[in-house]
Nanobody, 118 residues
Framework: QVQLVESGGGLVQAGGSLRLSCAAS????????MGWYRQAPGKERELVAA???????YYADSVKGRFTISRDNAKNTLYLQMNSLKPEETAMYYC????????????WGQGTQVTVSS
């Protein structure tokens, strides 16, 4: 089992920045890819960014150039640096992790709320 705990959410004005963190514990060796999802009220959960154990990255088109995902394996922590935030990016942000044989996340954090005011 893997436990994921997010932090760093909050209220920010449009154009501002936030950095989310996700601390992983437990069977870390089983994780291959980690990522950030978000879900706004009334909308489906969407993948924002992901990073593999080899540090290959993926970004949703809507965040390219503004968000940066990174991981510190020594600290078992995943980060998401979010710049130039927009009001429509207000959502609950979730950390997720999956093993090498999974198509979908095996583990989820409890989420951290990001609110962007206009």
């Amino acid at each position: 089992q893997v436990q994921l705990v997010e932090s760093g959410g909050g209220l920010v004005q449009a154009g501002g920045s936030l950095r989310l963190s996700c601390a992983a514990s437990g069977s870390i060796f089983s994780i291959n890819v980690m990522g950030w999802y978000r879900q706004a009220p009334g909308k489906e959960r969407e993948l924002v960014a992901a990073i593999s154990s080899g540090r290959r990255t993926y970004y949703a088109d809507s965040v390219k150039g503004r968000f940066t995902i990174s991981r510190d394996n020594a600290k078992n922590t995943l980060y998401l640096q979010m710049n130039s935030l927009k009001p429509e990016e207000t959502a609950m942000y979730y950390c997720a992790a999956k093993g090498p044989h999974s198509d979908y996340p095996d583990y989820w954090g409890q989420g951290t709320q990001v609110t962007v005011s206009s």
